[in-house]
């Protein structure tokens, strides 16, 4: 057994949760959910962000205080993750007593260690990304990310000195070569550093909305820094009940491609700063674009036309929370572009959910209920399905382990589909009461659980509904995967129930 720190960034809340969000916390989930049936003492942490410009000019917009706008705005979080079944362990907010102290006690420690002085920043910067730029950066003086003018500004401000960990985050990344995957992301990082790091400012006078600088009154300090370091908050740095040597060296953050160089260049450098390694491990997904989207009346009707507009709700009020929580890992390999569309997720939930898994579920429950007296027959060692199975289930693994839930599952339906096909050569709807029928339901019904313990992690409802019709107590969840996923474990003798489709075919207008 080991451990496993799984993270998503914390969402800022100066707009409400969607999609976009969704994908990454989900990813998230199964994750921490297949290290769990891994075995692995495992913690996931999820939240909030909430200070900063932004969530300030928010809050006035709405006409009132940024207390109350990240009170309302960080519940709209917890409900939209409840409603999506994510299983956080933690879900830490910024503006939370303990984030402060943690902040002050971290950037502290940065200050004592020399890292830390005062200077004049002038330059650009953007309010939409709380992050300055150099015009050689920018898009002729326009934000590359949001397309705004950015703002010319001036300020006394404390600067980190990045520029003084140029060659320890070079030698960090040449010896550590999974530190950041996938390898295209890895050398997107690195060619930051090989370009030259400049110190970078780390507080603001002209707002008050944040945490306070401890050796100066009237700054804050920026709210990326503040945002970073929520990381160490979760695990009591600097607290009573510090956990940081129990939880750090299994650190991984999982985080979107446009904000690698602050958890890849910057938060590296301020652990070393600090006088602590840095994560163990940052994997980086990208972005699910909207291309050629046929709307959902549903979502027509909220006047949703863009990726940033759809709350995950309106996806789960619609197609159910397991098959939004499917297509979401089995449709885009977690670090590539995506495309996310209504049509999409139809097509997934009448193929792989509906045509594959629900229909299999159905067709060995009515051939058990007639042929067997409903009690579901035990599968054979030497079945021809059992190879088949032994390298989905290493393949599965692998996949799983190595932050990969679209190949998992695709190991996982590429053997479904095989007990489909293993079904219609040997018709057992058309044999005889017997031995003959029995053998051939009682491979279908062990693959039918060795899906529910593969995919637990991406349908944790879905495959506990299934374990309960195969007639199984308990869930997929209550044993290890090392144990649960071996052929042969269906016992057998267990009453098989059929029920109403696990995922009625959704229709498809002309």
């Known amino acids: 057994m080991g451990r496993f720190y799984i993270t998503t960034p914390i969402y800022y809340v100066n707009d409400a949760p969607h999609v976009g969000h969704a994908y990454t916390t989900v990813n998230a989930d199964a994750l921490a959910r297949w290290h769990r049936l891994r075995g692995d003492e495992t913690r996931f942490l999820t939240g909030t962000d909430e200070h900063g410009q932004k969530v300030a000019d928010a809050a ?7 207390q109350e706008w990240t009170d309302r705005t960080s519940a709209r979080f917890r409900e939209a993750w409840d409603a999506l079944g994510i299983s956080y362990d933690d879900f830490i907010r910024t503006t939370e007593p303990r984030h402060y102290e943690t902040v002050q006690k971290f950037l502290g420690a940065i200050y004592d260690n020399g890292y830390i002085y005062k200077d004049v920043y002038r330059g650009l910067y953007c309010v939409s990304c709380e992050d300055y730029y150099t015009l050689e950066s920018s898009d002729q003086g326009r934000c590359p990310i949001h397309g705004r003018a950015l703002t010319e500004m001036e300020e006394e401000n404390w600067f980190f000195r990045l520029s003084a960990f140029e060659d320890r985050l070079r030698e960090h990344y040449e010896s550590h070569p999974d530190f950041v995957t996938p390898e295209t992301k890895r050398n997107e990082a690195a060619s930051f550093i090989r370009g030259g790091l400049r110190d970078i400012s780390i507080t603001r006078t002209s707002i008050a909305w944040g945490v306070p600088v401890p050796w100066d009154e009237g700054h804050v300090f920026y709210v990326w820094y503040d945002a970073l370091i929520n990381y160490m908050t979760a695990i009591g740095y600097g607290r009573d009940g510090d956990e940081v040597a129990t939880w750090w060296p299994f650190s991984h953050h999982l985080i979107g491609k446009e904000i690698i160089r602050f958890h890849c260049v910057w938060w590296p450098a301020m652990c070393m700063a600090a006088g602590l390694e840095p994560p163990h491990h940052v994997q980086v997904h990208g972005w699910l674009l909207m291309g050629g989207q046929k ?64 229909n299999l579920m159905s067709r060995v429950a009515t051939v058990v209920a007639t042929k067997c ?31 990969s839930p679209q190949g998992a599952l695709e190991s996982t339906w590429r053997l ?22 029995e053998a051939v339901l009682g491979d279908a019904l062990e693959v039918l659980r060795l899906a529910a313990v593969l995919a637990t992690p991406a349908m944790p409802a879905v495959c506990a509904e299934i374990w309960r019709r195969i007639g199984l107590t308990g869930s997929p969840e209550d044993a290890t995967v090392d144990v ?27």
């Open 373 to 403: 007296a409903g009690v579901g027959p035990a599968p054979r060692a030497d079945s021809e399905l059992a190879p088949l199975a032994r390298a989905a289930i290493a393949d599965a693994v692998e996949a799983w382990d190595s932050f």
């Open 60 to 66: 006035a917009k709405n006409g009132v205080s940024p």
């Open 484 to 510: 649960a996923a071996t052929w042969g474990l269906y016992p057998g003798g267990l009453v098989v129930e059929k029920g109403e489709p696990l995922f009625p075919r959704i229709r498809i207008d002309a």
């Open 295 to 358: 709307l959902s009346k549903t979502m027509a009707a909220e006047g949703a036309v863009k990726l940033t507009d759809i709350a995950p709700v309106t996806l789960t009020s619609e197609f159910g929370v397991d098959p939004v929580r499917y297509y979401l890992l089995r449709e885009t390999s977690l670090g590539n572009d995506g495309e996310f569309s209504h049509e999409g997720i139809t097509h997934r939930y009448n193929t792989d959910l509906a045509n594959n898994l629900g």
């Open 416 to 437: 479904l589909s095989a007990t489909n096909a293993y079904l219609e050569e040997h018709a057992p709807w058309k044999m005889a009461p017997g031995v003959d029928v």
